[in-house]
């Protein structure tokens, strides 16, 4: 190891290899998270053992840990919550039991004993919660349908996997161990604690502190790690205590001011904690049996995106959707790491073990970066093999109604924009149908009573389902140039002759709409000017 004369120098040093190791997976096109974590191994105990450092970086990354779970819960819809919950309970248990279930088959297959087998069918079941978060944010879809859904069993993991630590150390030491009956009592006290602090506490704190930009920021942060240190303290993990903080502050409305500013803080220390999580896997523990170990990998990369396709299929899910939040639990968790180490200290499993479950972490945690990023391209591909998963039509999905007046105008994006020009359309008499892919514009746009589906123009079988034979018009009031450019692009390719007219906000995006097939523009900005000088000069004369 380096003789350095600081903490201060070596964290400098930890920086520096960080930018000369992202800069490398830049060149080589390569997702940044994989090049972290692999720092992390050459800076752990198998290449250059920087151990004095473990206890700064591993404090960097809680706390980045925590910011991360913070922001999550503070882009949290409530009312999504409702209507993805079931789903996300559903499978999340659903692929906790079949991944146990076979895994341990697996196992035993390869010669464990059932104690050992039934530690590595465990630990193939959970998946990293900050990793898929990072990814999916990075690739702005935690606020599509599968991304909220991929939060959501996902949290449910992290609770299955506390519960199971909880009970082994309990088993393991029942006299010493922690007392099942306070760790529940202790669990509801503390919701009941966010519970009431975001009801009463909260809200008169943050508008008193909103007139500072930096309090607030600091409130945050706080709030963020208090809550990640009682939750830690009553058995429950710090993910889950700073993912209810920023629940707590999700009806604030200060919270896009507060996200924008945490958004910094969260990749700077995001950045320790991939490190960190490198410097837990020791090369020197990896077990002989390399067979065994790309055996459970492709298991885990395969079986388990297969187990939520299949789930979410059942409850009527497109196979687009469940495709995408199957990806995300295609690898396993730095809790599955930990859990083999605890098993370790118990006496449980042997080194072999914490090595095979090492190797499988490897492997899994690298691929399955890959899929997650090139998730969309995989879909197209393999889009005719998924389809055999779908079920029965649900409001998931853009299908035509039965019965019902047909649709003269189909207005994509029900956000502001788009969903006034729907409603002032349906107010003149006009038959109008929106579409969005967020489940709570439609959730919005359906209170006003106007005919509202889930729709994502992504999703390459969307035009199978729209009703273009009735309709006249498409209004595209998407904000993304390249989605409205899909949109009209796919409207022209499946014959769609009526009139298309579609929002532009960027300048140069008015030839590329028009060349896929575009007729008219609207221009928020523009017209909302002209409205404004017409009403201002009508003032100024009176």
């Not at 590595?120 to 900050?130: D, G, Q, R």
Request: glycine letters at 8%; charged letters at 15%; proline letters at 5%.
């Amino acid at each position: 190891m380096p003789a350095f004369e600081s903490v201060f120098e070596q964290i400098a040093a930890i920086l520096a290899l960080a930018a000369l190791f992202g800069g490398v997976s830049l060149v080589l096109r390569q997702p940044p998270i994989v090049s972290f974590i692999a720092l992390g191994v050459v800076l752990g105990p198998s290449v250059l053992g920087w151990t004095a450092a473990d206890d700064e970086v591993h404090l960097l990354a809680q706390v980045g840990v925590s910011v991360l779970l913070f922001l999550v819960g503070l882009d949290l819809d409530l009312a999504l919550v409702k209507r993805t919950g079931p789903v996300a309970v559903a499978t999340g248990l659903g692929q906790v039991v079949f991944t146990s279930a076979f895994g341990y088959l697996l196992a035993l297959a390869f010669g464990l004993t059932p104690i050992p087998a039934l530690y590595v069918a465990v630990a193939l079941t959970f998946s990293s919660t900050i990793i898929i978060v990072k990814l999916l944010s990075d690739k702005r879809e935690l606020e599509a349908l599968h991304g909220r859904i991929a939060v959501g069993f996902l949290i449910v993991q992290d609770l299955l996997v506390i519960l199971v630590m909880v009970a082994l150390t309990a088993l393991a030491n029942p006299s010493g161990g922690p007392d099942l009956a306070a760790f529940a009592l202790g669990s509801l006290a503390f919701l009941l604690g966010v519970l009431v602090s975001a009801r009463w506490l909260l809200p008169p704190l943050v508008r008193a502190l909103s007139r500072s930009s930096e309090l607030l920021v600091f409130l945050a942060l706080a709030w963020a790690v208090l809550l990640s240190v009682v939750a830690e303290r009553i058995g429950l993990s710090r993910e889950i205590g700073a993912f209810l903080g920023g629940v707590s502050l999700a009806s604030s409305p200060f919270r896009d001011a507060i996200g924008a500013r945490l958004v910094g803080i969260r990749d700077f220390l995001l950045l320790f904690f991939f490190i960190d999580l490198g410097a837990l896997i020791d090369l020197s523990a990896l077990g002989p049996d390399l067979g065994a170990a790309l055996t459970l990998s492709a298991f885990v990369l395969i079986g388990n995106p297969l187990i939520v396709i299949l789930i979410m299929g059942a409850m009527g899910y497109r196979s687009r959707v469940s495709f995408l939040a199957g990806l995300t639990v295609a690898q396993i968790s730095e809790f599955s790491l930990i859990l083999v180490a605890l098993g370790a200290q118990l006496g449980h499993v042997d080194r072999d073990v914490v090595g095979l479950v090492t190797a499988v972490g490897l492997v899994t945690i690298a691929l399955s970066s890959y899929l997650i990023l090139y998730s969309h391209p995989l879909y197209e591909r393999l889009a005719p093999l998924l389809r055999v998963f779908e079920r029965a039509p649900t409001s998931r999905s853009p299908r035509e109604p039965a019965t019902g007046p047909k649709p003269e105008v189909l207005v994509f994006g029900l956000g502001r924009y788009g969903g006034r020009i729907a409603d002032g359309l349906a107010r003149l008499g006009r038959t109008v149908v929106g579409f969005d892919h967020d489940p709570a514009a439609v959730d919005r746009a359906q209170a006003r009573g106007l005919s509202a589906r889930y729709a994502d123009v992504a999703d390459p079988h969307l035009m199978e389902h729209l009703p273009l034979a009735e309709a006249r018009v498409v209004v595209c009031a998407l904000p993304e140039p390249l989605a409205a450019r899909r949109l009209v692009t796919e409207l022209r390719r499946q014959g769609f002759r009526g009139l298309v007219v579609a929002r532009v906000d960027a300048t140069g995006a008015c030839e590329q709409l028009q060349a896929a097939g575009v007729d008219r523009f609207l221009e928020p900005f523009e017209a909302a000017a002209d409205v404004a000088i017409a009403e201002l000069a009508e003032l100024s004369a009176a």
